[in-house]
C-alpha cells in the first residue's frame, strides 16, 4: 500500500494506450503514488497493471467500474471515487478517454446525445486536468475537442485555485481511438509518435510550474511549449464556453438521473 505521501491520480482512459503507459512509467518512479483509476473491464485492467509488478509498497492501484458513454455510470463512479479519497488530497485528476466515431443512430443507453460528445466532454463534469490530441478536422471527433478545450477553459473559470492544463500527446497511431474506422492513421505519417513517448507529453504537465502569466494560455503541446492564444481563439469566449458546458445538475435533470 502506498504510504500517507504518496500523490493521489484519478485517472480515465488508464486501462490501455496512453493512459496505461502513462500510469506505468509513474509505477516505476521511486515517488510514490495511489492510483484511482476508472475501467469499462476492471478484471482485464487489475489484470495488466499486477502484471506490471510494480512495487506495491511503494504504490497502489485502485480499478473501479466506468462505462463513460452511460452518465449514470459516470455518476457512480464519482461518487465511489470520492468515498475512496474520503478527506484526502486530490493532486492529479486525468481525463484522457475519447472516442472517435459518428454522431449517426441514436445515443447510447437512451441518451439524447451522442456517444462522441458524452465520452469527449459531458462525462467530465461529474469527475481538471484534460489530455487531448494533436489530429486536424475529423468531423465529430474535432467538433467534440473543440467542445472539450471550450470546456477546459470553463473549468479554469470554474476551479481558480487548481491548474487546468489541456495538452497533446501528438499523433499516436498505436491507441486505441481508430477503432472505429473513422481515422485511419499509421506510424509512417509525419509527426506520429509512439505510445511511450505520447505519454511523456502528458506527463510534462504533471511537473510543470512555468504556467504562463495568462490564465487563458493553457495548451501544451507535444514538444513541451505553451501554445499561443491565438490558435484556439474562438475557444476563449466564455458565452460559447458557458453554451456548451451545462451545470451537473442540469446535464443530471436531462439524463433523468437526478436522485
Given amino acids: 500500500m502506498a504510504n500517507i505521501a504518496a500523490k493521489t491520480v484519478v485517472a480515465t482512459g488508464a486501462s490501455s494506450g496512453l493512459g496505461f503507459e502513462l500510469v506505468k512509467q509513474l509505477l516505476a518512479q521511486a515517488e510514490p503514488y495511489r492510483f484511482i483509476l476508472g475501467a469499462r473491464d476492471t ?151 509512439s505510445v511511450p513517448e505520447g505519454a511523456q507529453s502528458i506527463l510534462r504537465a504533471f511537473t510543470r510550474s512555468d504556467f504562463p502569466s495568462d490564465p487563458d494560455q493553457i495548451f501544451l503541446t507535444s514538444w513541451g511549449e505553451w501554445w499561443g492564444k491565438d490558435v484556439y481563439e474562438k475557444t476563449l469566449d466564455k458565452k460559447l464556453q458557458d453554451k456548451w458546458c451545462p451545470s451537473k445538475e442540469d446535464i443530471e435533470q436531462t439524463e433523468g438521473i437526478v436522485e
Fill in 43 to 193: 478484471e482485464t485492467t487489475k489484470k495488466a497493471y499486477d502484471e506490471l509488478k510494480f512495487d506495491s509498497a511503494t504504490h497502489s492501484v485502485t480499478v473501479l467500474p466506468l462505462e463513460l458513454s452511460n452518465l449514470k455510470d459516470v455518476k457512480s463512479f464519482s461518487q465511489q471515487t470520492l468515498q475512496n479519497l474520503g478527506q484526502d488530497k486530490l493532486d492529479y485528476l486525468l481525463l484522457n478517454a475519447g472516442v472517435a466515431k459518428g454522431a449517426e443512430g441514436p445515443g447510447p443507453y437512451g441518451s439524447k446525445w451522442c456517444e462522441p460528445y458524452i465520452v469527449n466532454h459531458l462525462s467530465e463534469f461529474d469527475k481538471t486536468f484534460l489530455a487531448g490530441s494533436g489530429l486536424g478536422p475529423i468531423d465529430t471527433y474535432s467538433v467534440t475537442k473543440f467542445v472539450q478545450l471550450l470546456g477546459a477553459h470553463w473549468w479554469r473559470r470554474q476551479l481558480p485555485q487548481c491548474d487546468v492544463v489541456a495538452v497533446s500527446p501528438g499523433l499516436i497511431p498505436q491507441t486505441g481511438l481508430p477503432r472505429h474506422g473513422a481515422m485511419p492513421m499509421n506510424a509512417s505519417m509525419p509527426d506520429a509518435k
